[in-house]
């Protein structure tokens, strides 16, 4: 929903930073690299250890770095397919290293089954969900938006785990539930909308 409402107001603060930091000789795809890999070093090194508040801040600050490869691309006039890959591909392995941490976290550290339990079934819906979207395309299908994509995922999880990191009780349980609930209710919107669609095609 974010990436329909807000990429406007988003572009116009992270298209000036995207020009010039391809005047100083940056690509795209070195940005999106840069992105991944301190989020997932990040997720990794301080969700297990405990450091919620450290992780979420380094996680956000690096996950913002996947904005500036659009915008850099747009700098650039253009884009490529390898690009729009391993953007996909990088978006996935953060995601699968953000929720393996915090479920790490809930079983090693919190002794927290059931939020780790949550913790997974996020990061498996998460994984769900993006496929249906790539599966559809692959198809010549639509299956875009639903109530959580990536920037909402992203939001709710580490709220959840810098208001913990604050010292308030049971948000990181309060959030992984929240957006389990949220990302089986996206899974179906997508499937409704690749079901209509195949309809439609069918129609014509």
Same mark, same amino acid.
Request: glycine fraction near 10%.
């Given at each position: 929903?974010?990436?329909?409402?807000?990429?406007?107001?988003?572009?116009?603060?992270?298209?000036?930073?995207?020009? @010039? %930091?391809?005047? #100083?000789? !940056?690509?795209?795809?070195?940005?999106? &690299?840069?992105?991944? *890999?301190? +989020?997932?070093?990040?997720?990794?090194?301080?969700?297990?250890?405990?450091?919620?508040?450290?992780?979420?801040?380094?996680?956000?600050?690096?996950?913002?770095?996947?904005?500036?490869?659009?915008?850099?691309?747009?700098?650039?006039?253009?884009?490529?397919?390898?690009?729009?890959?391993?953007?996909?591909?990088?978006?996935?392995?953060?995601?699968?290293?953000?929720?393996?941490?915090?479920?790490?976290?809930?079983?090693?550290?919190?002794?927290?089954?059931?939020?780790?339990?949550? @913790? %997974?079934?996020? #990061?498996? !819906?998460?994984?769900?969900?993006?496929? &249906?979207?790539?599966? *559809?395309? +692959?198809?010549?299908?639509?299956?875009?938006?639903?109530?959580?994509?990536?920037?909402?995922?992203?939001?709710?999880?580490?709220?959840?785990?810098?208001?913990?990191?604050?010292?308030?009780?049971?948000?990181?349980?309060?959030?992984?539930?929240?957006?389990?609930?949220?990302?089986?209710?996206?899974?179906?919107?997508?499937?409704?909308?690749?079901?209509?669609?195949?309809?439609?095609?069918?129609?014509?």
């Amino acid at each position: 929903m974010l990436n329909i409402f807000a990429r406007e107001s988003v572009s116009r603060v992270t298209d000036p930073i995207g020009k @010039a %930091l391809v005047r #100083l000789g !940056l690509s795209p795809n070195s940005m999106t &690299v840069i992105g991944t *890999a301190g +989020a997932i070093a990040c997720a990794l090194v301080f969700f297990p250890n405990g450091w919620l508040l450290t992780g979420t801040f380094t996680v956000w600050g690096f996950a913002m770095l996947d904005l500036l490869d659009g915008a850099m691309a747009r700098a650039r006039g253009y884009g490529t397919p390898f690009g729009a890959v391993l953007d996909a591909t990088c978006d996935r392995l953060v995601d699968g290293a953000l929720f393996a941490a915090i479920a790490w976290w809930c079983f090693a550290r919190d002794d927290n089954h059931p939020a780790a339990a949550a @913790a %997974l079934i996020c #990061l498996v !819906l998460a994984q769900v969900i993006s496929y &249906v979207k790539a599966r *559809a395309e +692959a198809s010549g299908f639509s299956a875009d938006g639903g109530l959580v994509e990536r920037a909402e995922r992203l939001i709710i999880a580490l709220v959840g785990t810098g208001l913990h990191g604050f010292g308030i009780p049971y948000t990181v349980d309060i959030s992984l539930w929240l957006l389990a609930a949220l990302s089986v209710v996206t899974l179906l919107q997508r499937m409704a909308a690749v079901a209509k669609a195949a309809r439609e095609a069918k129609k014509a």
